[in-house]
């Protein structure tokens, strides 16, 4: 995983709350075994309907999702998150996420911004009225602006989450981390006892 700690692009502004796991992903994409390819299930049962705002060219390659509140409930799935870095997406900002989101977010490389809910509305009309405005999400500073509206507005994500981004450690670089002691504990394990390398 590449760390992550500041980044500049546009964003889709998706004006729904309680968007569910099974919405971001529907479960007939649950089936794929690798965990690439996931992009083109993105929201794919409201992407039928051609005046969808991912369908819309004016957000076309925009990195960044700005949503209602409650982003990411119901399943425990990470698909719904291999789905949005897929589709290109880097952060996703809301008022609230599902807890399970909210933890997968981060192992893969994703920014789950939780800012207030005035700062979600402000943004998500900044970006109605201007498709083009860019927004940067400070991971390192804990902010997001958009500086050509005016845009400043802090951010909350807890302090592991924020390490692991800026390290670029998904849960096989954490426990990398610890290979010295890994590696200790081993040696001095008997060897009646199954081992591990690393």
């Known amino acids: 995983m590449e760390p992550v700690r500041i980044f500049t692009g546009t964003a889709v502004p998706l004006d729904r709350s309680d968007v569910d796991t099974d919405q971001i992903i529907p479960s007939d994409w649950l089936k794929r075994v690798e965990r690439t390819g996931f ?11 051609r005046d969808f705002v991912l369908n819309q060219p004016q957000y076309a ?12 409930v119901g399943s425990s799935r990470e698909h719904a998150v291999w789905a949005l870095v897929d589709y290109g997406f880097k952060a996703v900002i ?3 996420f599902g807890d399970i989101f909210l933890s997968n ?30 927004i940067t999400v400070d991971v390192e500073r804990r902010v997001v602006e958009a500086p050509k509206a005016g845009i400043s507005a802090p951010f909350v994500i807890n302090d592991g989450a924020r390490a692991r981004l800026l390290q670029g450690l998904d849960d096989i670089g954490v426990t990398l981390a ?20 690393v």
Not at 61 to 72: C, D, H, M, V
Not at 181 to 195: K, W
């Open 105 to 134: 977010s981060t192992r893969s490389g994703l920014v789950p911004a939780i800012v207030r809910p005035e700062d979600a509305r402000t943004l998500m009309d900044a970006v109605i009225e201007d498709p083009s405005l860019e």
């Open 61 to 72: 390659g925009a990195t960044i999702l700005i949503a209602g509140p409650n982003f990411g």
């Open 39 to 49: 992009g083109a299930g993105l929201f794919s049962e409201w992407r039928d309907d």
């Open 178 to 197: 610890h290979e010295d002691a890994i590696e200790s504990f081993e040696s001095r394990r008997s060897p009646l006892y199954p081992s591990v390398s």
């Open 94 to 96: 809301s008022p609230r």
